[in-house]
């Protein structure tokens, strides 16, 4: 059997995005000004890279598939 999810998580993206931007910064060797001058452009990158499955930054469409015991993240538009 195949079937849909659409969850919606409004902080968890974002979060996640910061988190993920702030771990590479800290481990990047940079100092804290050139880190700081960093931290945008990153997350707005990675923002929009995700655009393809995250819509409004917040909704995320994942279909699972019971009999192949696979889960497959949709594209937006799918």
Same mark, same amino acid.
């Given at each position: 059997m195949k079937f849909r999810i659409t969850f919606k998580d409004p902080d968890g993206v974002g979060?996640? #995005?910061s988190d993920?931007?702030?771990?590479s910064l800290e481990i990047s060797g940079l100092d804290e000004d050139e880190q700081e001058l960093l931290r945008d452009p990153r997350r707005e990158k #990675? !923002?929009? !890279? &995700?655009? /393809?499955? #995250?819509?409004?930054? !917040?909704? &995320? =469409?994942?279909e699972?598939? =019971? !009999?192949?015991g696979t889960a497959t993240v #949709?594209? /937006?538009g799918n």
């Amino acid at each position: 059997m195949k079937f849909r999810i659409t969850f919606k998580d409004p902080d968890g993206v974002g979060d996640s #995005i910061s988190d993920a931007v702030n771990c590479s910064l800290e481990i990047s060797g940079l100092d804290e000004d050139e880190q700081e001058l960093l931290r945008d452009p990153r997350r707005e990158k #990675i !923002e929009n !890279e &995700l655009k /393809v499955w #995250i819509e409004y930054g !917040e909704y &995320l =469409t994942v279909e699972f598939d =019971t !009999e192949f015991g696979t889960a497959t993240v #949709i594209p /937006v538009g799918n």
